[in-house]
């Protein structure tokens, strides 16, 4: 039996699974041999307990289709083999499937008794849909603006200036120090610093915590007030094109202002698409240094360049392990030490680390309105995480889980604070006047 006719952005959209382009991915489609072992490790599977909702039976959407126009007996005899047409409704699986029901955080993975690597085939499912025009419009909505305006959020330049400058002031006051500056499009600098931007629009008080934190450090850094943004959407709509632009961004200011070292503010997927899918984007390596600032943090503590007095932040806190620096990142040492050394009440989350669940707005989730019900719905398996540890404080670097845990936290009514890292870090530090 022959597949039947396709249309050519169907066409283009099945070249993506054409045998000999990508050995990773024919591996994890050949392999899975769908056991279901991975449907505990998923919050979508253990929150919503319908089987279309394994990890498993989402690589056999993208398996299914191989198997229909690559291999032999998918197109002798499809059914035998569990071989599915592209097709309207084969379209509207994965789009509910990949885009709405998988935040890619990978835990899977480390529950798949042969290692399939399940998030990479939902990125390649992701990226058929891109082809075929099929991402979720809210999500390619928040994709438009980083292309158009250099931030996901839209912000006018000027807006930026305006916020930029107010925190400095506020800065200035606090440290009784006219040197306690935030600088922005200054050259030479040793840091150039990125930000999430809803810090600026809703979280101003995160840009000034990083800034006191460099103040104490005697750091020589800068922001630039029109490519700023750490987050990169493209790593979640599939769209390697506009992915390779939005990271280009960063990669073309801090040359231009001769910078020395990229430092990805709290922000776990714009942490990895810059530090380890940009070389791959722009098809170039970087000749400077691109790091966290978890990373550089840490570095700050070793070397005595701040001083922290943990007392200081005597509260019972929690941490929530973005699945993009700890799981995929491998910063669950360091998240530690920095944690460590600014609080001293802390009790972890059961499972936390490197198992640690998702909170629930990753993958895009959280740009995506169309599944709000469901994002929060499988938001309650990290409730109920909080919840057990009786903590009032929960930290997490990346500031798509501070937006995830604050609609958690109303939602489930756990009466905690959600901050950042920095904020902790800020919180702890004992400046020298």
């Not at 330049?157 to 916020?163: A, G």
């Not at 935030?182 to 840009?207: A, C, G, Q, W």
């Not at 929960?394 to 920095?422: F, R, S």
Request: some cysteine; charged content about 25%.
């Amino acid at each position: 039996m022959k597949p039947k006719t396709l249309n050519s952005k169907r066409e283009l959209a099945l070249e993506l699974l054409k045998p000999g382009d990508d050995s990773k991915l024919l591996t994890s489609l050949n392999s899975c041999v769908r056991c279901g072992l991975c449907a505990d490790s998923c919050m979508f599977y253990k929150a919503l307990k319908e089987a279309k909702f394994i990890p498993s039976a989402k690589v056999d959407l993208v398996s299914s289709l191989y198997r229909r126009y690559y291999t032999t007996t998918g197109k002798i005899a499809p059914k035998l083999f569990g071989a599915k047409e592209l097709d309207d409704k084969m379209e509207e699986s994965m789009i509910d499937l990949l885009f709405g029901a998988c935040t890619m955080c990978g835990r899977c993975v480390k529950h798949c008794s042969i290692g399939v690597d399940i998030p990479y085939v939902v990125r390649r499912g992701r990226e058929m849909l891109a082809v075929m025009n099929m991402v979720p419009q809210s999500l390619q909505s928040t994709v438009d603006a980083a292309i158009n305006t250099g931030n996901n959020m839209a912000i006018p330049e000027d807006e930026f200036v305006d916020t930029i400058k107010w925190m400095e002031e506020e800065l200035i006051d606090e440290m009784g120090d006219e040197n306690a500056r935030i600088p922005l499009n200054e050259f030479d600098k040793e840091v150039f610093y990125t930000l999430n931007p809803r810090e600026p629009k809703f979280f101003p008080l995160s840009i000034s915590a990083i800034a006191k934190v460099f103040y104490a450090a005697g750091e020589s850094w800068t922001l630039s007030s029109k490519f700023y943004d750490v987050t990169n959407y493209g790593f979640f709509n599939g769209n390697k094109v506009e992915a390779a632009q939005i990271a280009g961004y960063l990669y073309d200011e801090i040359k231009n202002l001769r910078g020395k070292r990229l430092i990805l503010g709290e922000c776990g997927h714009g942490s990895r698409a810059h530090r380890w899918e940009g070389p791959n984007y722009l098809k170039k390596s970087y000749d400077f240094d691109n790091i966290t600032v978890v990373e550089l943090i840490g570095e700050y503590i070793r070397s005595g360049r701040i001083k922290l007095d943990k007392s200081l932040v005597n509260e019972k806190h929690t941490i929530h392990d973005p699945c993009n620096l700890v799981r995929n990142g491998g910063l669950m040492k360091e998240v530690r030490f920095v944690v460590e050394s600014s609080v001293s009440d802390i009790t972890e989350m059961t499972p936390y680390g490197e198992d640690n669940f998702c909170c629930g707005g990753g993958g895009g989730a959280l740009a995506m309105s169309e599944y709000n019900d469901r994002r929060l719905k499988i938001g309650e398996i990290k409730a109920n995480q909080i919840k057990a540890t009786g903590a009032k404080i929960v930290i997490t670097p990346c500031h798509n889980c501070v937006d995830q845990l604050l609609q958690i936290n109303h939602t489930y009514k756990l009466g905690v604070t959600i901050k950042t890292i920095a904020e902790v870090v800020a919180d702890a530090l004992v400046i020298s006047k």
